[in-house]
C-alpha cells in the first residue's frame, strides 16, 4: 500500500461523519471494493461521541490511504471544508458516512471528467436502500443532462451529496460549501458553481450510490428541511436575483412535492405528506401540472394510504 501513499491520489475522497460508528465500517468497506486504487479517503470526525474516530483510524492502519481529522464542530458544510483542505487529488468526491458506492464509481466518474473537459460536476443517479442497507427498489429519475440554471431550483438533480465528484479548481472558484447552512447546502453548491464559474454540471445516467433512507426523526426533519431550502433561495438571491424572482414560487411548489413524496416513501403518517402537498398546491398549481405523474402519484399514494378525499379540502397548513 506504500506505493498508493507516495502517490498523489487520482480523486481524494471526503467523508464527514459526526456519531456514525453503525455504518462507517460498511461505507469505507466500499472504498475497497473500487475497481481503482489511486484514491485517499479523509474522514472528518465532527465531535462524535461514539467510536467513529476509532473505526476511522482503525481502517486507517490497516490502509494509509485513509486518514482521519478533527473537524471543527460547525456542521457538515464546514467539515467538508475542512476535508477539502486536506485533499491531494485534483478531483474531490464526497460520501456521507451512511451512504455506499459500486465498486465502479470513481472510474465511471473519472473517465466521465476525462470525456467532458468543460464539466466541473460530475453525479449519478441513487438507489434509495433501507437502513440495513437493503435496496428499496426506488432509484432516483431526475435529469441528468442538459441541466440549466433554474433546474436546480426546482430540484436537486444530484439528490445527495454523496453522488458529487468535482474538480478540485470548481471548488476553488465558487467558494466551497456555504458554512452557514445545514440543510442543502449540497445543492446551494452545485447552483453557486452553475451560475458564478464557467464549470459544467452533468450526470450519468446510471445508479452508482447506495442513499440509505430512514425514517427515524424524518417527520422532525421536514420543516428543517423546507427552511434550509427557503435560506438556499435567499442565498441564490444574493449572486442570481434574476433567476430567483423568476422561479421562485413554481420551485417552492416543487419542492414542497418533494417532501410530500419523500414522507410517502419513507411510510410516515399520510396526514404528514398530505401538509407539503396542500402547500405545494397553495404556491403553484400550473408547475405541480408540469409533471402530472408525479403529482398525481404522489396524491394517490397518500390517498391509498389513509387520507379520505375530503381530508385534502379540510387539511389546515
Not at 483542505?85 to 466521465?112: E, M, N, T, Y
Not at 450526470?203 to 426523526?217: E, F, W
Request: glycine share 8%.
Amino acid at each position: 500500500m506504500k506505493d498508493h501513499c507516495d502517490r498523489a491520489p487520482r480523486v481524494s475522497v471526503v467523508i464527514p461523519a459526526r456519531n456514525a460508528a453503525a455504518t462507517l465500517a460498511q461505507t469505507l468497506a466500499c472504498l475497497h471494493e473500487q475497481d481503482m486504487a489511486e484514491w485517499e479517503a479523509i474522514v472528518v470526525d465532527d465531535g462524535s461521541t461514539d467510536a467513529t474516530a476509532s473505526i476511522a483510524q482503525l481502517h486507517g492502519l490497516h490502509d494509509g490511504r485513509i486518514r482521519c481529522i478533527p473537524g471543527p464542530g460547525r456542521g457538515v458544510s464546514a467539515a467538508r471544508n475542512a476535508g477539502i483542505a486536506r485533499c491531494r487529488g485534483a478531483v474531490i468526491a464526497f460520501l456521507d458516512a451512511d451512504d455506499l458506492w459500486l465498486p465502479r464509481k470513481l472510474r465511471s466518474h473519472l473517465q466521465h471528467l476525462e470525456r467532458a473537459p468543460w464539466v466541473g460536476v460530475s453525479f449519478d443517479r441513487i438507489l434509495f436502500v433501507d437502513p440495513q442497507g437493503h435496496s428499496t427498489g426506488v432509484q432516483s429519475t431526475r435529469h441528468v443532462h442538459g441541466l440549466k440554471p433554474h433546474d436546480f431550483l426546482y430540484e436537486n438533480p444530484a439528490c445527495s451529496a454523496s453522488t458529487l465528484v468535482v474538480r478540485r479548481e470548481a471548488l476553488v472558484q465558487s467558494g466551497g460549501f456555504d458554512e452557514e447552512m445545514r440543510f442543502a447546502e449540497d445543492l446551494e453548491l452545485l447552483v453557486r458553481i452553475r451560475c458564478t464559474t464557467p464549470w459544467g454540471i452533468e450526470g450519468l445516467d446510471q445508479v452508482l450510490t447506495h442513499y440509505r433512507a430512514s425514517p427515524a426523526g424524518a417527520s422532525a426533519g421536514f420543516e428543517a428541511m423546507q427552511a434550509g431550502w427557503e435560506f438556499m433561495i435567499d442565498k441564490v438571491r444574493g449572486y442570481a436575483p434574476a433567476l430567483v424572482d423568476a422561479h421562485y414560487r413554481a420551485a417552492r411548489a416543487v419542492h414542497l412535492r418533494y417532501l410530500a413524496r419523500r414522507a410517502l416513501r419513507l411510510g410516515l403518517p399520510a396526514r404528514d405528506g398530505l401538509h407539503y402537498f396542500v402547500r405545494a398546491l397553495r404556491s403553484s398549481p400550473l408547475a405541480l401540472l408540469r409533471d402530472p405523474r408525479r403529482t398525481f402519484g404522489t396524491l394517490a399514494g397518500l390517498l391509498a394510504h389513509g387520507v379520505a378525499p375530503g381530508g385534502l379540502l379540510a387539511h389546515r397548513t
